[in-house]
Structures are given as structure tokens and as C-alpha cells.
């Protein structure tokens, strides 16, 4: 299996712009999440699905942000319009739903917003 | 609280030497606590984990010490080399209704070890 696998991996983008960042999970894995780091906050969790459903968006900073998981094998976050304190590192991780252990993370979307 | 407090922010060690990284909890609902490995431009990678019921953890260099009592976990890294080089992120899993996890992280240790 190729891991978890992001796309892009670095975005420029500004200000008042929409991004959609892409997570393709590790196949079998049935739970996915969405984090976000930054030197301050560390890495934070912004959603998760289990079985393409959302369990948490607790997480989620503001209406500006959405996320969506259409199939197993496939989910995005959205920032609509971006701000700059949106500039972080995205990460996207899968695990096997239940086991609360094992999770593999992407490599992550360097997101930059000018 | 669902928070894990790291300790140090930034560690630098010599070669052949002993790092130490510490955390610690207040959760009691934790029930598992990995660490993660991080170097620059991936993502974190597990490295190793341990269980409340387990006081010690040992994979090649790599040691996980666990006092429940104290609500704190450690990271050691014995012979410390260059490659070991990178961001140290404890972390503690927790039920969060029915059968789903949260995973949180502590902010990370960043480990130079020279060469």
C-alpha cells in the first residue's frame, strides 16, 4: 500500500480564495481525520469520519472550513474564503475504525495563504 | 482535560547519548499513549506505544516508561545517533462515545543529536 497519500503537497494561494485539500486513506482503513499544525497550537484535530461519516467537527476553527468524505477512499477539506492565520501544515491520517491505535498519517499540504 | 503536556520544547544531545522526553496527563480515560516520529516535510509516524497496564515498553533503542500513579509517561532514547534527529510528539488516545477514538497530541520536543 502507498500510505496515505495528499495532495498537493505545498498551495499558495490568496486571501479570499477557496483550497480543497485531498486525503486518499490507506485502503481498509474506515477512519479518517483531518489535523492541522502550526508552531503555536502543535497539531490539532479538526474532524473525523468513521465509515465516511463525520463523528467530530468540533475541531473545525470556523464556518470557513468544511470537510467531506464521499467514499471510503476519499475525502476534502475546504476553506472558503482563506485567511492568512488559515497558513499551516494539513495532515490527513486513516486508522482502522475502533482500535483507537495505528494511525498513519499523510505527509501533509503545506498551505500558505497571501 | 484532554491535553498531554510535553516537556522539553527543544533537546540537544551528543552522540551515543541518552534522550529523554517527558509527558504527562490528567485524564484518566486515556487508555493508550504512542509516540510519534517526525522529521521535516512528513507527517508523524508512530514509533512506539504502551498501555496503562504495561509500566515499561522496550523496542531496540527505543523505551517507553509509564507510571500510571503519576499520570506521566517518558520517551527514552538510548545511544541517541544524528538520524534520531527529529520532532518527538507524545500522545494519548481516549474513548469519545461508542466505539470512536480521539488521538491528541502533546505540542512535540524537537531532538538535535550531534554528531
Known amino acids: 500500500d502507498a500510505g496515505v497519500i495528499q495532495s498537493p503537497r505545498h498551495e499558495v494561494t490568496e486571501m479570499g480564495q477557496e483550497v480543497t485539500l485531498r486525503c486518499k486513506p490507506i485502503?481498509?482503513?474506515?477512519?479518517l481525520f483531518w489535523y492541522r499544525q502550526t508552531m503555536m497550537r502543535g497539531l490539532e484535530l479538526l474532524i473525523y469520519?468513521?465509515?465516511?461519516?463525520?463523528?467530530?467537527d468540533s475541531g473545525m476553527p470556523e464556518d470557513r472550513f468544511s470537510a467531506k468524505m464521499p467514499n471510503a477512499s476519499f475525502s476534502t477539506l475546504k476553506i472558503q474564503p482563506s485567511e492568512p492565520r488559515d497558513s499551516a501544515v494539513y495532515f490527513c491520517?486513516?486508522?482502522?475504525f475502533g482500535t483507537g491505535d495505528g494511525y498513519t498519517f499523510g505527509s501533509g499540504t503545506r498551505l500558505t495563504v497571501v | 482535560q484532554q491535553q498531554v503536556k510535553q516537556s522539553p520544547q527543544s533537546l540537544i544531545v551528543q552522540k551515543g547519548g541518552i534522550s529523554i522526553i517527558n509527558c504527562a496527563y490528567e485524564?484518566?480515560?486515556?487508555?493508550?499513549f504512542p509516540w510519534y516520529q517526525q522529521f521535516p516535510g512528513k507527517g508523524p509516524a508512530l514509533l512506539i506505544a504502551?498501555?496503562?497496564?504495561?509500566s515499561e515498553k522496550k523496542e531496540g533503542r527505543f523505551t517507553i516508561s509509564f507510571n500510571k500513579s503519576a499520570k506521566q509517561f517518558s520517551l527514552h532514547i538510548m545511544d541517541s545517533q544524528p538520524g534520531d534527529s527529529a520532532t518527538y510528539f507524545c500522545?494519548?488516545?481516549?474513548?469519545?462515545?461508542?466505539?470512536?477514538?480521539?488521538?491528541?497530541f502533546g505540542k512535540g520536543t524537537l531532538l538535535t543529536v550531534n554528531p
Open positions: 491520517a486513516s486508522s482502522l
Open positions: 485502503s481498509g482503513h474506515n477512519s
Open positions: 469520519f468513521n465509515n465516511n461519516v463525520p463523528i467530530d
Open positions: 485524564n484518566t480515560a486515556f487508555d493508550y
Open positions: 504502551i498501555r496503562p497496564d504495561v
Open positions: 500522545a494519548a488516545v481516549y474513548p469519545s462515545g461508542g466505539s470512536n477514538y480521539k488521538l491528541t
